[in-house]
């Protein structure tokens, strides 16, 4: 990126020592807008609590887009937000909202402008994203110098680039062929005995996946020169509006990537450098031209950084600091000494924060400004809350006595008899509906002093209600009934047209069978029609691929005219179609169980149907008014039979698009199983294919399908990144217990765990340091080693790192774990991995542009 490296590094300030607070993109980007740790701000993966209820209404409103836009700042956000977020609002704080909905994409996308979804198609002149973000961002830049110009701004740019699936626009598609810069010493550096549990599984890479790689690292490039020509646009048009020298500029990304490194053929969650480190680049008033701070910083410290440029008090919550003393050419002395350790975490969502992913009042009122009412203000803005009641609407919000309440909804025909404290009149229609309780006590009173010989215990009264509320109720309940009998009739439906699709199959394997020369033949439908079977392709020599049945899967299926296409093993192993047979007749077996079962409930259904005969007679006893109430009973129920039909054709419409969801999946897994029998799906491993239709733009990849496994499920972690004058190094204690080691000074790829050659006092000095990081708050995140404690890890002297020491201890290395005394412990790992024990600034406010790149 030329033009990057020109106008920011060049002609700003570089910091090399940039971290994340995790690797992954929302919980990065969440850490970016709140100035929090993971462990403060709870977002632990891409999913549980990604712009969930809790999220929304917990820290959404204290970002730093609204602190600034409560200043007075004219605010602007363009491009990817958060992976979960699905455009159904404008986040609070954005002026100028144009978020991307859910994850990257580049084509056939949607954005919300300013509460309004956008669709875009796959035309590059109009839709290609990174243009998108850099046209709209220098329009809002041209109408805030126009309309604004009194008010300051604040304008961010989230790319897509360099994240999948990796579309790069096309007058690049012919660069960066044959780049190697990724092959670093690490690359391909497997197995590793030493590092954690999936680092030991997993094995050298095949040349296919180097080959992969190389085209992968390619496309990243060519993405990323999109990113290359919006930095000199926005240069250009802040230099044409004259705001240049009034305004920051900050490059940065949410996390790095490996490619190839230890045999992990693509990925990010990883505590190594390549996925921790970020480029991170500042050009603004005040900052030094080519300037390099080689002090340590993270994400975190954007928001207070910001918020210190616009003169606005960073709230005491920030677990970040302000790195605006870095912008300064001369240090000032009076300040505190800067963090040598940055905590990196990253892990999955605990089952005790599960309660606060969508349930916003089970939320703990820890914070100013977001109480209960509140977040129920918050909740009470979604469509699904709205009143009055509509439809199926269950839930509805009301503004009572300057309070949200929300209140279930109910029928409209539980209205029809309103229950009143009052006792009628003997010779009206109605009959007693409820008593007062004084009359009640006095009726009881009166029974049990003329019935002696009555057994009281079991006593509850009865009142009788009108009529027509009666009969009201009993068409809801005739309703009810038959809305239950459809369903159950739909579902026998669905069952006997799946067992007469098997038993179709089953008669061509059986016919098959015993007239194996012939190819073509006709035989009688179950529905009198005759339909042709005919057998596809021919016995390959040498190659014997299994039926797959283990996850109740058939590679069969009729398509057209009654046409059944299988494929050619079926035909041309015995085995095979021995398998195929059986499997058929037991799935016609349990789906005749099932019919059964249905027919025995729908009969039941059918006597147990509400009679109407008796609401007919009701019906003859009312008044004029009851009959107007049972007439807009009649309506209700024309109203739910024309909803009726429309879920029917609802449903209908899902089922077509399950069953080519299943067809495309099927016919991936088939590809996998021709390719790799099958073996793309292990245990405790997060593992996906790569074919040839993941890609659809140039450059493409035609060397057929491969498997990719990029984490497993216990690699969960917490580490420190220490950096001062004696120590460079990355401590990390892994949810398993294993415990690594890295100096960064002379093994800067990371290439062996040197976690035994720690002291024990060493070892019980970053332990506790990580333990305090984990749980710190606001400035207690904020840690620079003391003194004696640089005085200890000096005396014992920096880790030895004897390379042949390290293979010869490689074993050991791998059982290396921590008990609770910070001592490293000795312990034999079981078969499936897991493991057990053997003052403000008064100045001109200025403007900020902060330009942030997302990493794959």
Known sequence: MPKTRAILKEGGAFFPNSFVSTPMCCPSRSSMLTGLFVHNHGVLTNNENCSSAYWQAEHEPRTFGAYLASAGYRTGYFGKYLNK?????????????????MNSRYYNYTINF???????????QTDYYPDLITNDSISFLRESKQHYDHQPFHLVMSFPSPHGPEDSAPQYSDMFFNVTRHRTPSYDFAPNPDKQWILRWLGKMKPVHHRFTDLLMTKRLQTLQSVDEAVEKIFSELVALGQLENTYIFYTSDHGYHLGQFGLIKGKSFPFESDIRVPFLVRGPGVGRGRVVQSLIGNVDLAPTFLEIAGVPVPPHMDGASIFRFFQKEKVKSRAPWRDTYLIERGKMPPAHFPKLNVVEDVPNNNEGTGKFERWAVECRKPQYQSPCSGFQKYECLFVDERWRMKKCRPTVHKVAKKKWCQCKALSKYRLSKLEPEERRMQRAFLKEHTRHVDWRGYRPRFLKTTAAASAEGSVLRDVAEDELEQVELIMEDISDEISDLEVILIGFLLFYFFPFTISFLFSGSDGSEKRFQQHGTRKPGHDCPLNNSDGKLNCQI????????????????????LSRDFLEQQIRILRVQLDEL??????????????????????????????????????????????????????????????????KLSRKRAM????????????????SHDK???????????????????????TYWCVRTLNTTHNSLYCEFITGFVTYYDMRIDPYQLRNIAHTLSENQLAFFHQTLERLRVCKGADCFVNTHPSAAKLLAANGPA????????????????????????????????????????????QTPDVVASSSAAA
């Open 85 to 101: 977020y699905n455009g159904s609002y404008v986040p609070p704080g954005w002026r100028v909202w144009a978020g991307q909905v």
């Open 114 to 124: 300013n509460g309004q979804k956008i669709k875009h198609g796959a035309d590059y």
């Open 559 to 578: 398509v057209g005219q009654s046409r059944i296409n299988c494929s050619s093993e079926v035909y041309s192993d015995p085995a095979t179609w021995r």
């Open 599 to 664: 027919k025995v409930i729908r009969k039941h259904l059918r006597a147990m149907r509400p009679d109407k005969t008796h609401a007919a007679i009701s019906n003859k006893r009312t008044n004029s008014k009851s009959k107007s109430k049972i007439s807009s009973s009649q309506s209700l129920r024309e109203a739910r039979n024309e909803e009726r039909l429309v879920r029917q054709a609802n449903r209908r419409k899902i089922k077509e698009e399950r069953q080519k969801r299943r067809q495309k």
């Open 673 to 688: 199983v021709e390719s790799h029998n099958g073996q793309c799906n292990y245990e405790k491993m997060n593992c996906f």
């Open 693 to 715: 239709d993941h890609w659809r733009t140039a450059p493409l990849w035609n060397d057929g399908p491969f498997c990719v496994c990029m984490n497993a499920n216990n690699n």
């Open 800 to 843: 030895k790192s004897d390379p042949e020491e390290g293979k010869n201890a490689s074993y050991h290395l791998q059982s290396s774990h921590l008990l609770d005394n910070g001592r490293l412990a000795k312990v034999k790992p079981r078969r499936d991995g897991y493991w057990r024990r053997s003052k403000r600034r008064e100045r």
